[in-house]
């Protein structure tokens, strides 16, 4: 019974710190990207710009493998126009 329980607790552990790393990006960037999406009209290719979603595994966003920081939108569609919403100015580590 104790190596059942054991097993159980590390199982439940594992679980645990895996939906902790799960989500890697800065809720500040996620709150910018859907900032930046809702400037631009919530166009459908950004769609994969969901709350629900990391950001590091959206379409056209970048991260660096280290430390998970957005360095790179690279946003190409022909159904975009108007100006770079400021917004983007809130992302800090984006190189340019």
Same mark, same amino acid.
């Given at each position: 019974m104790? @190596? !059942?329980? @054991? ?6 552990? !594992?679980?645990?710190? *895996?939906?902790? $790393? ?5 809720p ?9 999406k809702?400037? $631009?009209? /919530? ?8 709350? /629900?979603?990391d ?9 660096? *493998?280290?430390? /998970?920081r957005? /360095?790179?939108?690279?946003? $190409? @569609?022909?159904?975009? *126009?108007?100006?770079?919403p ?6 800090? $580590?984006?190189? !340019?």
């Open positions: 104790g @190596s !059942t329980t @054991s097993l159980l607790s590390l199982l439940c552990y !594992t679980l645990l710190i *895996s939906s902790t $790393f799960s989500e890697l990006c800065n500040q960037y996620k709150k910018v990207l859907l900032q930046i809702q400037a $631009f009209n /919530n166009p459908y290719v950004l769609a994969s710009w969901d709350p /629900n979603t950001c590091c595994d959206r379409y056209c966003v970048t991260c660096d *493998s280290a430390s /998970n957005i /360095n790179y939108l690279t946003i $190409f @569609s022909s159904h975009l *126009s108007g100006q770079i400021p917004e983007v100015g809130d992302l800090p $580590f984006l190189d !340019t």
